[in-house]
């Protein structure tokens, strides 16, 4: 049974890269402008109007990310007295070397500078300059990106890096060979009044 299951998720993942694929020439033709190297990773959806994104060189975004180039709520607004000519359209630019995490949101007139980093669940409702890390809902300022880069290689992985080369070698190591480490319980306090 083990083994059907495995085809079926062969053909499964066949057919989602597919659909991406295919979705992502649609959008091309449309107007979206993808940068050089750009990696998107599992289902992007790039909205009503693709013609109003454009995406930089080498960057990468994760799987569940929505870019929204619209204001649905006008729908609403235009039924009330006064507001019916209400409209939100907007362009989204996604700078070079930039990475945009796991189910973001990023909504119409918001620019991400260079070499950005958009932490995952974050819905970005403002622009990002060049070099930063922002995360949240709204997404905020988190830090620079040197200092985020800085955070990490203080606890960096240590691994052969030329079990690279072969994922199922490197998928062995880590799970024989990775320490059993957690992040620390974190108690917030409430402000007091």
Request: proline share 3%; hydrophobic share 35%.
């Amino acid at each position: 049974m083990s083994f059907f299951y495995r085809i079926l998720l062969k053909l499964m993942t066949f057919w989602d890269r597919l659909y991406m694929r295919v979705y992502i020439d649609v959008c091309k033709n449309e107007g979206l402008k993808l940068g050089k190297k750009v990696k998107i990773f599992g289902q992007v959806d790039f909205g009503s109007e693709p013609y109003l994104i454009e995406i930089g060189d080498k960057t990468q975004i994760a799987s569940g990310t929505r870019f929204v180039n619209h204001g649905g709520t006008t729908m609403t607004l235009r039924r009330l007295k006064g507001f019916s000519d209400v409209r939100i359209f907007g362009r989204i630019r996604i700078g070079k070397n930039c990475t945009i995490g796991s189910n973001c949101i990023i909504q119409q007139n918001v620019e991400v500078g260079n070499n950005c980093i958009l932490g995952a669940g974050s819905v970005l409702t403002h622009s990002m300059p060049d070099n930063s890390v922002f995360s949240g809902n709204p997404a905020r300022f988190v830090c620079s990106v040197e200092q985020y880069a800085e955070s990490i290689s203080e606890k960096n992985t240590e691994y052969p890096r030329a079990l690279e080369k072969d994922r199922r070698l490197l998928k062995k190591w880590l799970k024989e060979n990775l320490p059993h480490e957690y992040k620390a319980t974190k108690s917030y306090r409430r402000k007091q009044e």
